[in-house]
């Protein structure tokens, strides 16, 4: 397993952008599908983003598709959440994940980061 390690949360005003990364331990990051999450309070987690493990493909929520991109560095052991226009609804806490294949499932994904905050004000 990798060890995980968000940050770039924060609070921003509705219309804005926040860059979110996920730095990962060890050295078979690149072996490793990549995944985004949020959870809300009083909200189950849900599914944000995913990438494969060479960056080759990408897989989005319909709520954030057109807002977000996800995308990595394998050389630098990242992986990146670009979020603009963000909205009220996008505040949550987002955590990342690896797991052997890009998947929106939570279960699939073996590792988590403990997560970083996004409050967006409206």
């Known amino acids: 397993q990798v060890q995980l390690v968000e940050s770039g949360g924060g609070l921003v005003q509705a219309g804005g952008s926040l860059r979110l990364s996920c730095a990962a331990s060890?050295?078979?990051?690149?072996?490793?599908?990549m995944g985004w999450f949020r959870q809300a309070p009083g909200k189950e987690r849900e599914f944000v983003a995913a990438?494969?493990?060479?960056?080759?493909?990408?897989y989005y929520a319909d709520s954030v598709k057109g807002r977000f991109t996800i995308s990595r560095d394998n050389a630098k052991n990242t992986v990146y959440l670009q979020m603009n226009s963000l909205e009220p609804e996008d505040t949550a806490v987002y955590y990342c994940?690896?797991?052997?294949?890009?998947?929106?499932?939570?279960?699939?994904?073996?590792?988590w980061g403990q997560g970083t905050q996004v409050t967006v004000s409206s």
């Open positions: 060890g050295r078979t990051f690149n072996r490793y599908a």
């Open positions: 990438i494969s493990w060479s960056g080759g493909s990408t």
């Open positions: 994940a690896a797991g052997p294949r890009s998947s929106s499932w939570a279960d699939q994904y073996g590792s």
